[in-house]
């Protein structure tokens, strides 16, 4: 049978398509788009994720992504942010959530994941040493457990607790409230969220 596209093109598909969300369709659209624009766009797009790498590095304290010209983040290495307060996340990129909402001025400690044996992934896979260890060089009073909402985000925050506690620190934890979202019937919440909810209910 003859081939219906151009390799190159096939070629771009292809590696479109390994994104994650990316699905088939999705892919020849990025591909085609890519095709159809002028040569400079696919030349930026080609130049930005060649020096994603040499551009990106994790910072040694917080594991969040800083400049590779950085010692440390920024938000870490800022004099007004509180330093006895730390919220745990589990991905860099869960930082600008919190960041957005403008009412954070501690700082964070980036686990790099979630606990998940399902995917091999263990404590020891995680940046939990380290969150130890600034416990005690920064005596920090309060963690607060932001890791999402999900079976191994709840298995993470409660391994975290229990480590904090064996440990012998003394630190207040505290995990992100959850809730019902606004414009969600109940009967399409999940399990998990309902019972934060519970939990968390306020009197009236």
Not at 145 to 171: C, K, M, P, W
């Amino acid at each position: 049978m003859a081939q219906l596209l151009p390799e190159a093109l096939l070629d771009a598909i292809d590696e479109l398509g390994r994104l994650p969300g990316v699905g088939a369709r999705t892919a020849e659209r990025y591909a085609y788009y890519l095709l159809k624009a002028q040569p400079s766009v696919s030349e930026k797009l080609a130049g930005s994720l060649t020096q994603l790498h040499r551009g990106v590095k994790q910072c040694p304290v917080t594991f969040a992504l800083i400049n590779t010209d950085q010692d440390v983040s920024p938000l870490y290495d800022d004099s007004s942010r509180d330093k006895t307060t730390i919220a745990v996340v589990e991905e860099p990129l869960d930082i600008i959530a919190l960041e957005r909402t403008g009412q954070f001025s501690g700082t964070y400690h980036v686990l790099g994941g979630a606990i998940s044996p399902i995917d091999g992934v263990g404590p020891e896979q995680l940046h939990i040493p380290e969150l130890t260890k600034r416990i005690v060089d920064d005596n920090v009073v309060e963690l607060i457990i932001a890791t999402n909402a999900s079976v191994e985000g709840e298995s993470t925050a409660l391994f975290l607790q229990r480590h904090i506690q064996d440990a012998g620190l003394e630190v207040k934890m505290s995990r992100l409230a959850r809730g019902i979202p606004v414009g969600v019937d109940l009967e399409y919440a999940d399990q998990i969220t309902l019972s934060h909810a519970l939990e968390g209910r306020r009197d009236l």
